[in-house]
């Protein structure tokens, strides 16, 4: 079905009584505990979300908003007899649609970066020409890179190892192409 609402993640009778869940709920179910657990106003209110597979032939999908004031885990909390249930703080003028936002964010992760990474500040880096023996990278620090795929390795565009690289493999990924591509993509 459509993605969860902060009511479907909350109430016995979310997700049509359990029967939408997808495996994909439970996911952002988790993700959202972990957003909310991040937030600042819910450590000072000494709360936590925690994740709980409600048994049963209800929604199984549930986070609970439980009071956390000894700072316990979520297995210690959900072993006390009698879990304090809470509403959550204030977190934003717009609640609703702040959590309309997080519970999209908690569907739509975003990814890990993947490289490659820039060799000198280690922050992933934008191909801006992939050439098939010879592309160029630009680091968000400004440096630019190219990748000599016959040695294997990256040169710095400032460095005399550039000059070489272009006189040997032409105007394939040189900045000027390179340039002309993203302006033409962007
Ligand atoms: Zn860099």
Redesign the pocket.
Known sequence: MARGTWDDFTEKYGFRDGEATEDRDFKARDNLAVALNAREDMRAAKLRAVPYEAPGMHNACILLILANPAGLSDEELLAQPDPKLCDLPDVAEDMDEELRLMIDAAYDPDPPPTGPF?P??G?PMRCVNAGTSFSAYE?P???RWVYDGDDGKYVSAASPGWEELKDLYGDEGSPDRAAAGSSARS
């Open positions: 820039c000198e500040h922050v680091c620090e400004g440096c």
